[in-house]
């Protein structure tokens, strides 16, 4: 009885919907200031407007490409047509149990809250509901084909940027590289600005006859560098405390300006896949990819081309 009065209430005398119940959109996204999501199980993120960049639950940076899609959505996303007579009632009674709210602020007032549900029949839209109304809708993108929720996800994990360094090369004030099996390699190298750098052994003694333009370019790799993926799931805590009990092999250390650190240790991921080196032998160790172990203790699948050219020895830098 209270979807069919709704139906009857939501149109208006010439029979269009009216725009305050199906008005899901907030256009101007520049004004949202914070976005938090949840789902029915409980999981729940909060992203929040830093600067030029986003935050996850005020720990990590997130993804640039997923808060631009979810922006963009929250932008476009409009009305196709009310829900068929005959799959109302299992949609709102899926709305009820399977859905994903989403709440966006421009600083402490609130712009919208709203469900977003599963997908239609056809994969064509997606069933949503404002909140404090009674009755869905199936909504679209235009000039896109296919369903919207899994723009709107909860895991925490799946919205966090997968940067490992990401720095100017002006913010870097060092950049330190320990290398466990070959300490007498290890190094730091500084960026003292005004094109000044100095480079240091292990054990802290200045280096000379360095190249400085080499040492340049090599801090200026810590720009953008990523890792795989995050691995969380398959790291429980048994697990974690197994690896962390293990000495890695290298660690890799930026210090910004402000004289905050990022490190990452670097451990040898066991070769599972039964690779053969070039003797025909089993190799013991993956020679595609390492796990690298962040400050928080997260587990992150690291590719050896993307790290190789951070790992440099001492002598890399040294005139010839």
């Known amino acids: 009885m209270l979807a069919s009065s709704a139906i009857i ?17 907030v256009k101007d996204t520049s004004a949202i200031t914070k976005i938090f999501l949840a789902d029915k199980a409980n999981n729940s993120v909060t992203l929040t407007r830093d600067k030029n960049q986003w935050k996850i639950n005020n ?3 997130a993804r640039p490409d997923a808060i631009n899609i979810l922006l963009q959505t929250i932008a476009t996303v409009h009305v196709k047509s009310p829900v068929s007579k005959p799959a109302l009632k299992n949609v ?46 199936v909504t679209q993108i235009p000039g896109f084909t296919g369903y919207l929720t899994v723009r709107y996800f909860t895991d925490e994990t799946l919205w966090r ?19 466990q099996d070959n300490t007498a390699q290890s190094f730091t190298a500084f960026n003292d600005g005004n094109n000044k750098f100095r480079l240091q052994d292990f054990n ?23 890792c ?10 048994k697990r974690l405390d197994s690896l962390l009990n293990t000495k890695p092999f290298a660690l890799i250390s930026v210090t910004n300006r402000k004289g905050n650190i990022n490190s ?13 080196g070039g003797d025909g032998k089993l190799l013991p160790y993956n020679p595609d990819a390492m796990y690298g172990v962040l400050q928080d203790n997260k587990v992150v699948s690291l590719q050896y081309f993307v790290f190789d050219p951070l ?10």
């Open 204 to 226: 802290k003694k200045e280096v000379a006859g360095f190249n400085a333009l080499t040492v340049k370019e090599y801090i200026a790799l810590f720009k953008k560098v990523k």
């Open 9 to 25: 209430f939501l149109t208006n005398k010439n029979g269009t919907i009216k725009k305050e119940l199906r008005d899901f959109a």
């Open 311 to 320: 790992m440099k020895d001492i002598s890399y830098f040294l005139n010839k």
């Open 228 to 237: 795989e993926a995050y691995l969380d799931e398959f790291f429980p805590k």
């Open 92 to 137: 709102i009674k899926r709305l009820a149990t399977k859905s994903i709210k989403i709440e966006i602020y421009k600083g402490i007032k609130l712009l919208k809250v709203y469900y977003v549900g599963e997908a239609t029949p056809d994969q064509s839209g997606t069933y949503m509901v404002l909140e404090n109304s009674s009755v869905p809708f």
């Open 264 to 276: 990452i240790k670097l451990y040898r991921r066991p070769n599972t896949g039964e690779v053969y």
């Open 59 to 61: 720990k990590y940076y």
């Open 161 to 179: 940027d997968n940067s490992v360094f990401l720095y100017s090369y002006q913010d870097i004030s060092s950049v330190l590289v320990y290398m």
